[in-house]
Nanobody, 116 residues
Framework: QVQLVESGGGLVQPGGSLRLSCTAS????????MNWYRQAPGKEREMVAAITNGGGSTNYADSVKGRFTMSRDIAKNTVYLQMNSLKPEDTAVYYC?????????WGQGTQVTVSS
């Protein structure tokens, strides 16, 4: 079965950095685009970043462009989200996501809190 396991969240001061990881299993990782979403309290879940199956192309929400970088390591079945210059408004639960054969799969989420 498809499993997505995120890690790397935590508490960081404004201007700081974190790197999130998501390790996938249960499907052929190299065939699928992957996404990072986030959901802040009281807000809808929003897409933050996306990467193609081969890793050659990425897209970002306007709110994180220039600060976040998504990458993938096919040998490790893992995607990453490098987050720099973090702001309090980046506080949210971050989720790894894949669409496979028409179904959406989500990880359990990892909390990122940006606060002084």
């Amino acid at each position: 079965q498809v499993q997505l396991v995120e890690s790397g969240g935590g508490l960081v001061q404004p201007g700081g950095s974190l790197r999130l990881s998501c390790t996938a299993s249960g499907f052929i990782f190299s065939l699928y685009a992957m996404n990072w979403y986030r959901q802040a309290p009281g807000k809808e879940r929003e897409m933050v970043a996306a990467i193609t199956n081969g890793g050659g192309s990425t897209n970002y929400a306007d709110s994180v462009k220039g600060r976040f970088t998504m990458s993938r390591d096919i040998a490790k079945n893992t995607v990453y989200l490098q987050m720099n210059s973090l702001k309090p408004e980046d506080t949210a639960v971050y989720y790894c996501h894949v669409v496979r054969l028409g179904y959406d799969y989500w990880g359990q989420g990892t909390q990122v809190t940006v606060s002084s």
